[in-house]
């Protein structure tokens, strides 16, 4: 799971660059750097849909191993107690 938030992280940045080249640089002239710059706009969206579907079962499993009762709210108190 850690692998696959910095694989996400990884290939974002590499996307950023080729946008970022394109825009203000003279990636627009070259055929080749002009697809890959397409190619990189739709992944851009993938990998911000896929590292937020990571960061939340990251979250989520995070919360479960450590509150050890397998609680998936994030409010713990119980209201049903008597005093």
Not at 6 to 17: D, E, G, Y
Not at 23 to 29: D, P
Not at 50 to 62: G, H, M, P, Q
Request: proline fraction near 1%; glycine fraction near 8%.
């Amino acid at each position: 799971m850690f692998f696959g938030i910095i694989l996400t992280r990884i290939l974002f940045i590499a996307c950023m660059v080729f946008i970022i080249g394109y825009v203000f640089g003279n990636f627009s002239t070259k055929p080749a750097l002009r697809t890959i710059t397409k190619i990189a706009s739709i992944l851009v969206i993938a990998l911000f849909i896929t590292a937020n579907i990571l960061f939340f079962r990251f979250a989520a499993w995070e919360q479960r191993a450590f509150n050890g009762h397998g609680n998936y709210g994030w409010c713990t108190h119980d209201t049903t107690a008597h005093k």
